[in-house]
């Protein structure tokens, strides 16, 4: 359509990717890719399948057609763990954390540390988290305390720390501010912009535009399913993203802003 | 003792139920007291042997049933299990087999039935509370349909060394030629009870298995994203509760000598019983394996100390009944603060 890629190859290319329950089409052939240090915002309403479609790329959903390329090869993300396997980590929008276990079981959940005799490794684990999380929010205590007890923000950053300290190659962001404050918002922005000149493509959904044009370098809009544009953040205006998400068109004088101003 | 002291001594656990096993621990030892008080014969050596011998069964169900109520499910075919593992041995004994291969695929059939209902559970997508009830059922119809719901006897005396034997017995020859016992000994199936116990709770607290028991029944969506694999960890719960189930049926029809098709009625109650008491939440995410073992013998000593004080057997339902809700109610004052 009307975005001009970056020169280098694609991290992420999802192609056509329809998916249905019963009759019901949340996902309508849609197509679009992520380059290496490239913040993508996906925009839509709620149920526009925006959750949908990036739940399918973390492999908590299968798709009924369509394909996902990873680094130009076909990847069949049937589960989580195959996404993670391809270096693709996710943070839910529910956060997926589970509330009886403290801050480290949490972040290791299903990728335990382990000690020779194959003991879990709680000393190593706790230490790692600590560094993991202190790293995102200094003032982070509680480490021993179920997650239930914790607060929205420290159980937003077990979430983050949980995504970034293997080492992800992708990382989608689904909302990832709508549970924190000012400054932790703010901390996430710094993240985000210091995980993408590290060279990680980042898909971000996210409902607020402020977040939107200080983070993005392109966006991508669902209506109805639909992939209603894809474009460089320069060529549209808020106004333009609205339109889009609403109507599902562009304003109809619409040029590329970019080259007007 | 101060609350942080508190959680200082059990960090491992992944929930703050310290004050409940701590309550559970003192009303069993309150328990304890008021029975040695009102009965003499009650705290001796001999009376605290039969307790344990009494609470092994009970308390190696518990085990599995702990570890299936912390993945958030229920196990009801464990009485059921535990008769048919039986049954399977008590043939094949009959059949020519010796004791300890017999009694090694008993267990295995317990195993079995447990595999079974993870399977339904986890493929066919049948909630654990009518899958089991189906099972506890099935097993309990295979039992009797295999014995014609006969008792099978005369298995020999090595049939009855796991249920009757016991480590340390000390037996004197008396002058008149009659044998004394000066210690009973520490019988067999409470060593088998500690050593599974253990193994249970290391299980929980130390190995990956455990973790992903805990994260399961905490919240089974977040385990499945996080890659845990919830239903390889469900059918694992499962089946480690059918064998224990087995197990006990083993400790039960070997202290009879004699295999009874219709043993273990109403037992899974009592194991489900004793995890509740010892802090197991039936939402899922808590529980361990040593707050089932103090829940256990609650039931026992309750059990054992009512019948020497006389009290009638039904009675004695009434007693445990208001136990199990007293328990469970503490429990969610405990939440509520």
Redesign the interface.
């Known amino acids: 359509m009307f975005d001009t890629a970056p020169t280098h190859a694609p991290l992420v290319q999802m192609c056509d990717i329809h998916k249905n329950f019963g009759g019901v089409v949340a996902v309508d052939d849609v197509s679009v890719d992520l380059y290496p240090g490239e913040v993508v915002g996906v925009l839509g309403h709620n149920g526009a399948g925006k959750s949908c479609l990036m739940r399918m790329l973390?492999g908590?959903m299968s798709l009924s057609s369509g394909e996902i390329l990873v680094n130009g090869e076909k990847a069949d993300l049937k589960?989580?763990?195959d996404a993670?396997t391809f270096g693709i980590e996710?943070i839910?929008q529910?956060?997926?954390?589970?509330?009886?276990?403290?801050a480290a079981?949490?972040l290791f959940?299903?990728?335990?540390l382990?000690t020779r005799f194959?003991?879990?490794d709680?000393t190593r684990m706790h230490a790692e988290a600590k560094a993991a999380l202190v790293q995102l929010n200094p003032n982070f205590k509680n480490l021993?305390d179920?997650v239930s007890r914790l607060s929205g923000g420290q159980r937003q950053v077990i979430a983050i720390a949980?995504a970034i300290y293997f080492q992800a190659k992708v990382l989608i962001m689904d909302e990832p501010t709508a549970a924190l404050g000012p400054s932790e918002t703010a901390m996430v922005a710094d993240l985000t912009l210091r995980l993408k000149k590290d060279g990680i493509g980042i898909f971000l959904i996210s409902h607020d535009m402020h977040d939107v044009f200080d983070l993005c370098d392109r966006v991508m809009v669902m209506n109805k399913g639909r992939n209603v544009g894809t474009f460089k953040i320069e060529d549209v205006n808020k106004d333009d993203i609205l339109s889009l998400i609403i109507k599902g068109t562009l304003p109809d004088d619409w040029t590329p802003r970019g080259e007007t101003s | 003792m101060s609350d942080t002291e508190l959680?200082a001594k059990l960090?491992?656990l992944?929930?703050?139920s310290a004050l409940h096993k701590l309550s559970a621990l003192i009303t069993l030892l309150l328990l304890i007291l008021a029975f040695s008080i009102m009965s003499s014969a009650f705290f001796s050596v001999n009376n605290g042997l039969t307790v344990l011998l009494q609470t092994s069964v009970i308390g190696l169900l518990a085990i599995g049933m702990t570890m299936v109520i912390i993945t958030g499910g229920i196990d009801l075919s464990v009485g059921s299990v535990l008769a048919l593992s039986g049954v399977v041995t008590g043939l094949l004994m009959k059949a020519g087999l010796p004791v300890m291969p017999a009694m090694a695929l008993g267990v295995v059939t317990g195993g079995v039935c447990g595999f079974l209902n993870g399977l339904v559970i986890t493929k066919m997508r049948i909630t654990p509370f009518v899958a089991t009830l189906g099972m506890m059922m099935i097993a309990r119809g295979v039992a009797l349909q295999l014995t014609g719901a006969a008792p099978i006897s005369r298995l020999g005396e090595t049939f009855g060394w796991l249920g009757n034997g016991a480590l340390f017995r000390v037996v004197e020859m008396q002058a008149n030629g009659f044998p004394k016992v000066i210690f009973p000994g520490i019988p067999y199936p409470a060593i088998l009870l500690l050593i599974m116990a253990l193994f249970g709770a290391y299980l929980l607290q130390?190995?990956?298995i455990g973790?992903?028991i805990?994260?399961v029944?905490?919240?089974e969506?977040?385990?499945?994203?996080?890659?845990?694999?919830v239903d390889r960890t469900k059918i694992w719960a499962y089946t480690a509760s059918g064998a224990l189930a087995g197990l006990s049926g083993m400790v039960l029809m070997s202290r009879l000598v004699t295999v009874q098709p219709n043993e273990g009625v109403m037992y899974e109650l009592d194991a489900i019983a004793a995890s509740v008491i010892g802090g197991a939440s039936l939402m899922g995410?808590?529980g361990s394996v040593s707050g089932s073992m103090i829940g256990a013998f609650i039931i026992g000593v309750l059990r054992n100390g009512l019948n020497m004080a006389g009290t009638s057997a039904f009675i004695q339902q009434v007693i445990i009944g208001v136990v199990v809700i007293g328990a469970v109610y503490l429990d969610q004052i405990r939440n509520r603060k």
């Open positions: 973390s908590a589960t989580p763990q993670k996710t839910y529910t956060l997926a954390l589970a509330d009886h276990l403290d079981a949490n959940l299903g990728r335990e382990k194959g003991n879990l709680e021993k179920p949980r | 959680k960090r491992f992944p929930t703050g130390r190995r990956q973790r992903h805990f994260s029944g905490s919240n969506e977040a385990a499945r994203l996080s890659g845990v694999n995410g808590v």
